[in-house]
């Protein structure tokens, strides 16, 4: 896993394009903390959330929280927002940080994904054997949809989606503006970053009262025999 922007090819710009691209989806998340996860966290700003405290973990000397991103040290529904900036696509083991990401914040909490696109000119890189070693081609390249049904399997809404940084991060002049905008224009999928905000879930346990009333009491005048199984049955006079 890269352990700072500079350590990804285009890194500096992939960095502003996706603090920019945070913005909107970084004011929709509430409360009083917002968790950073993984090395390239330490450093992005997320300052847009109107959540009081921000901290980073990583196992970095630098975090907030030393720790693997995997094996968090907190509480079940500890924090209120989730950062993940290109984690899963380094991830050892991508489902085991959804889950924890998913545990750590609470009901109708918000997690924000950034990845590297797989239907985007980045891929052109795993194309060259000597670029497959670098940063970001090392990753896995998880799709948008992929990363949609881990998380929608753990009961998660995809609240909005979007692709920044239209470019191969080859050579040395990713931001090019007219590729921007028209990739912006024409195909808004193809962005090399996608970002994905997603709110937790989750059903109450409601206890579900019968709906069904008691049967009305019989009253039988011409028997004065045994009753009917499983009902009560209150016998007349007879003569």
Same mark, same amino acid.
């Given at each position: 896993?890269?352990?700072?922007? #500079?350590d990804i090819?285009?890194?500096?710009?992939?960095?502003?394009?996706?603090?920019?691209?945070?913005? =909107?989806? %970084?004011?929709?998340?509430?409360?009083?903390?917002?968790?950073?996860?993984?090395? $390239?966290?330490?450093?992005? +700003?997320t300052?847009?959330? =109107?959540?009081?405290?921000?901290?980073?973990a990583?196992?970095?000397?630098?975090?907030?929280?030393?720790?693997? @991103?995997?094996? %968090?040290?907190?509480?079940?529904?500890a924090?209120? /927002?989730?950062?993940?900036? %290109?984690?899963?696509?380094?991830?050892? +083991?991508?489902?085991?940080?959804?889950? @924890?990401?998913?545990?750590?914040?609470?009901?109708?909490?918000?997690i924000?994904?950034?990845?590297?696109?797989?239907?985007s000119?980045?891929?052109v890189?795993?194309l060259w054997p000597?670029?497959?070693? *670098?940063?970001?081609?090392?990753?896995?390249?998880?799709?948008?949809?992929?990363?949609?049904? !881990?998380f929608? $399997?753990?009961?998660? +809404?995809?609240?909005?989606?979007?692709?920044?940084?239209?470019?191969?991060l $080859?050579?040395?002049?990713?931001?090019?503006?007219?590729?921007?905008?028209?990739?912006?224009?024409?195909? #808004? !999928?193809? /962005?090399?970053?996608?970002?994905?905000?997603?709110?937790? *879930?989750?059903?109450?346990?409601? %206890?579900?009262?019968?709906?069904?009333?008691?049967?009305?009491?019989?009253?039988?005048?011409?028997?004065?025999?045994?009753?009917?199984?499983?009902?009560?049955?209150?016998?007349?006079?007879?003569?």
């Amino acid at each position: 896993m890269p352990l700072s922007w #500079p350590d990804i090819a285009q890194g500096t710009w992939l960095q502003s394009q996706i603090e920019q691209a945070m913005v =909107p989806m %970084l004011e929709r998340m509430f409360g009083y903390y917002l968790i950073r996860l993984g090395p $390239l966290a330490d450093k992005l +700003d997320t300052s847009a959330s =109107p959540i009081k405290r921000h901290l980073s973990a990583s196992s970095l000397l630098t975090a907030d929280i030393r720790t693997q @991103e995997t094996d %968090l040290p907190l509480a079940e529904n500890a924090v209120d /927002g989730c950062v993940l900036p %290109l984690c899963l696509d380094f991830c050892a +083991d991508p489902h085991q940080l959804v889950r @924890e990401a998913h545990r750590v914040v609470i009901a109708d909490g918000h997690i924000l994904v950034a990845g590297i696109n797989p239907f985007s000119l980045a891929l052109v890189g795993k194309l060259w054997p000597s670029w497959r070693k *670098r940063h970001p081609w090392q990753g896995r390249f998880f799709s948008q949809g992929r990363i949609a049904d !881990w998380f929608q $399997l753990l009961g998660c +809404d995809i609240v909005s989606t979007q692709t920044v940084a239209f470019s191969s991060l $080859l050579g040395q002049n990713a931001a090019n503006q007219k590729l921007q905008e028209l990739g912006g224009r024409y195909m #808004p !999928w193809a /962005g090399s970053v996608y970002l994905m905000l997603i709110k937790k *879930r989750e059903v109450p346990l409601t %206890l579900i009262r019968p709906t069904w009333k008691a049967a009305n009491r019989i009253k039988v005048g011409s028997f004065t025999g045994a009753g009917v199984a499983g009902r009560h049955i209150e016998t007349g006079n007879s003569n």
